[in-house]
């Protein structure tokens, strides 16, 4: 499986970006899907999931201003982030477990000014 993001850039508190994720390969196995991100000096965390029936989960500091998506005819996993904040600068990596296995793509940063 190969993940490859996009859609990251520098934008100003209170607007928002969507970023994508386009997934290739044996994906007929991916089961569960996620956004992590890594600010400078700080640990990868869990932003949001998505699991193969649709059900979403959210890191309560993002829930109610990102939105996590999959469309499986285009192979591309969304996530629409609004009302973003500094504190959400960082870079963002999509995540898929496929087969007992994780895979990682290699991050699109975001920057928000104030």
């Known amino acids: 499986v190969q993940l490859v993001e996009s859609g990251g850039g520098l934008v100003h508190i209170g607007e928002s970006l969507r970023l994508s994720c386009a997934y290739s390969g044996d994906t007929g196995g991916i089961s569960f899907m996620a956004w992590y991100r890594q600010a400078p000096g700080k640990q990868r965390e869990l932003l949001a999931s998505i699991n193969s029936a649709g059900r979403t989960d959210y890191e309560d500091s993002v829930k109610g201003r990102f939105t996590i998506s999959r469309d499986n005819a285009k192979n591309t996993m969304i996530l629409q982030m609004d009302s973003l904040k500094p504190e959400d600068t960082a870079v963002y990596y999509c995540?898929?477990?496929?087969?007992?296995?994780?895979?990682w793509g290699r991050g699109t940063q975001v920057t928000v000014s104030s």
């Open positions: 995540n898929a477990e496929a087969y007992v296995r994780d895979y």
